[in-house]
Structure formats: C-alpha cells, structure tokens
C-alpha cells in the first residue's frame, strides 16, 4: 500500500495510470527481455507483486530511454499493447501531483498555469519595484530595485522553493525507505550520488537512448547535462556573490571576468542550450513512446527555465540602457515563477529520482 505520507493516487487518473502499471509490469517480469537496460527491470525482478508503493518507486526510477519500447515484441500493436516508457511517465506525474498541495492546475492545464504564475510574479515585482525603487547612487540591477529589496525578494520565493520541495520529499520518503529497508547506508547514497550526476540511466544500456526513434543517441543525455550542470553555474554565482557582498563588502554588479561573472555567464548558457535541446528533442520525438500529458507538463517549465537565463544574460548585456529596467523586472518575474513551480511540478522528479536511486542501490546489496 502507499506509504501515509504520500497521498495515494486516487482518482480516475492516478488509478488508471496505477492499474496499467500494474499490468506492464506483470507481463514483463514474465518476459524479463530487457532485463540488463536501466534500473526499472533488475528492481522489478526483485519482486512478485506491486503495491502502489513499488509502482510509485519505480516509475521514479525510470528515466525515460525508451530502449525498452524498440525492444519489446508486444509493443502495440500487440494485443499487450505494452508501453514502459509512456506507462511510467504517466505514474511520475500523478506522483508529482500528490506530493505538493495546489500541483493540480500545473499538471492538468500546464500552459495556462505556467503562463498565469508567470504573469502574476512579473506583475507582483513590477509594483514590488515601484513601492522600493532602487538604492540613491546604485549600479546595475540595484538602480531598479535596491539591495534590501532584491535581498528580501529571493529570500521569500526562494524560502517557499525550499519549504514545498522539503515537504514533497518528505510525502515521498516512505517509499524510499519501506518496511524491510530501514535505512539507506553511506555506500548508497555515494552510489545514488555518482549515478544522478552522470545521468547514468539517460544512457539505457549502454549504447545510448531511442531520443528520436529507434537510432540510439546521447542528445538527451548531453542537453539534460547542459542544463544541469548550468543551473548548478548559476547557483554557485549567486552564492559566491552572496560571499562576496555579505563578507568581503564587494557588491554586485560584479565583472565579466570574475568567479560570479564567469560562472553565471557560462551556467546561463548551459541553461539556454540543454533547454532549447531538450524543447527540440520533444518536438521531434516519437509521439507514440510519451505520454501527451508529460510532454505538455514538460514544454512551459523548461520554457521558464529558459526565460530564467535569457533574461539574466539581457541584464547583463543591457547595463546603462533603457532596457534595463524591462529585463530586471522580467528576470525577476521568471526566476519568482521557477521557485514557486519548482515544489509544484517536473522540478520534483530531481529529488524522487535521486531517493528512487538510492533506495535501488540498496536493494541491490
């Protein structure tokens, strides 16, 4: 059964999404041909039934190859019309919604939440920034908005991220450590650790994933680490620059070539090319393999992301121009929008796949 701090999927969809499942994973423990591809077939091996909570867990350890659909005799149209990849993405899904409170609208209208979240913050900091205007005498983004005001902005939407996050993690944790695994050695997390870092099981079994059809490739795996890798860029620029100003009394704007300047360029291009990559790869994918509904949950979140760091490079650019303004108010807008969707959507599965590593690495010693 669900763990009690996870809503169960209940519901037309989160039960039909949890019986499919069920049935897909009947047959291929059966079958068991792909076996040695990614993670979800050596933990389904391991069992005889599924509860909810096994499907839940391992619909969080799928990564999506798709290696497993171009292998699979019963694929539709098969009368067992099994499809792995499009089953597990729509269990993901409902597991996201019941995790945090208020996901629905993000999950079931993803373009006209996204869209009207969006709007909503850019038109919050517009009179945020007309109530504190700029610091007397202030350089860069602090002559729109001052120091305080930009200090006590990130603090309040980035406190929200952080709080919702930590409790959708909290509501998934049963299933990371169920009855009979009572606890996650160090051994795992290491493991857990090296295997969400290289994006192991973005490469299915070895030889790439079926990105666009049946052709193996590693542009989803190359994108999704671009995008990764940059928002982690862009993390450590901000925290140096806290450093900087906090500490050593440096205030920001900071240099182009400086530790800040350089990260948070480089991290904002990273960003900018593993989405538009991976917005790409969506259009051009196999219609057949995903889920509509996890490809439309998908697009307005990695495009936010996207106007995250197109508008962050802008302020940069724009310095001493009447656009200024304009792309601090923007930027501010979206990176408000990403930290409150980020407990409330896609940005979920980080933490759900990580746990969902972890516990494999434990069952597997």
Not at 37 to 63: K, S, W
Not at 78 to 88: L, Q
């Amino acid at each position: 059964m669900p763990g009690p701090d996870l809503v169960a999927l209940t519901g037309t969809k989160g039960e039909a999404a949890l019986a499919e499942a069920r049935r897909t994973m009947q047959i291929c423990n059966a079958c068991r041909y792909c076996e040695g591809y990614c993670a979800v077939f050596p933990a389904m091996t391991l069992r005889r039934e599924f509860t909810d909570g096994d499907l839940i867990h391992l619909a969080n350890l799928c990564h999506g190859c798709r290696d497993c659909f171009y292998a699979c005799q019963y694929v539709p149209p098969h009368v067992f019309a099994i499809n792995v990849p499009r089953t597990m993405s729509e269990v993901r899904l409902e597991s996201y919604a019941r995790a945090a409170p208020g996901t629905r609208l993000l999950v079931d209208r993803p373009q006209l939440g996204t869209t009207l979240l969006l709007a909503l913050m850019i038109v919050c900091v517009e009179v945020y920034r007309r109530l504190f205007g700029g610091d007397p005498g202030g350089q860069g983004f602090y002559a729109v908005l001052g120091r305080e005001a930009m200090i006590a902005f990130g603090l309040t939407t980035g406190g929200l991220a952080f709080a919702g996050l930590a409790i959708g993690l909290l509501r998934y944790w049963p299933h990371a450590l169920p009855l009979g695994l009572s606890r996650i050695s160090p051994q795992n997390w290491l493991r857990a650790i090296r295997d969400a870092a290289s994006l192991r099981y973005l490469g299915g079994g070895g030889a790439g994933c079926n990105d666009t059809g049946e052709t193996f490739s590693g542009k989803r795996r190359l994108f999704h680490h671009a995008m990764a890798w940059g928002f982690a860029a862009c993390f450590a620029a901000t925290s140096l620059g806290a450093i900087y100003d906090h500490l050593l009394r440096w205030p920001a704007p900071y240099p182009w070539i400086s530790a800040p300047g350089v990260l948070g360029t480089l991290g904002g291009m990273g960003i900018i090319a593993g989405t538009v990559g991976l917005l790409w790869l969506k259009r051009v994918e196999d219609d057949a393999v995903t889920s509509p509904a996890i490809r439309a949950f998908d697009r307005p979140l990695l495009a936010l992301l996207l106007a995250v760091a197109g508008t962050g490079i802008a302020i940069r650019l724009s310095h001493g121009s009447a656009f200024l303004t304009v792309a601090v108010v923007i930027h501010l807008g979206s990176v408000g929008a990403l930290f409150v969707a980020m407990p409330l959507g896609k940005f979920m599965h980080a933490g759900f796949r990580f746990l969902a590593l972890a516990r494999h690495a434990g069952e597997n010693r």
